[in-house]
């Protein structure tokens, strides 16, 4: 009897913790960020502006080129390759009516953290994944993306290196 109660009570505590993500999925202005930010805040990571190569244990490697376009948009292109030839995709970082978006086909996030050290996104429309770019050195960088929901949360760190055009 008493084990049982253990689990009823560890199910329903893994179900409320499920339940501040779930709706946050469903509210696109959760989590975005009270203060607007502006040109400034974006040239505060001006360090991803290069070619990289991330490695993450079990996971293919990924190939990234970030190029600052202006003072409000970042461009980046995605490879298959690490000849950065073969082009995979495209995305964009830019900034909009105070606020800091990434986007990469359908799915698209906003910035609720900015600063030196890097940035914070949280997922808006089709997006779902939760992911941080955190500067390590002008050489290398971190990109950690949180998966899941309700304690089946799955995280994978990317070690990002800067690679010579």
Known sequence: MQRRLRTLITAA??????????AHAQNPR???PRTAFSAPDLAKVKWLQ??????????????????FV??????????RDPAFGQESGTGRLYLSVGRIY??????RWVVTRIGDQGLYLVPQSTARAHFAWT??????WTFTMRTGVGGHEHVT?????RVSP
């Not at 202006?70 to 490879?79: A, L």
């Open 102 to 107: 990434h986007t990469f086909g359908s799915n």
């Open 13 to 22: 505590a893994v179900a409320l913790l499920g339940v501040p993500v779930a």
């Open 30 to 32: 959760a989590g975005a």
């Open 157 to 161: 760190l990317y070690n990002m290196k």
């Open 135 to 140: 500067y390590v050195s002008p050489d290398a």
């Open 50 to 67: 290069g070619s990289w190569v991330g490695t993450a244990e079990g996971e293919s490697t990924i190939y990234q080129r970030f190029k």
């Open 70 to 79: 202006d003072d409000s948009t970042v461009e980046i292109t995605y490879y």
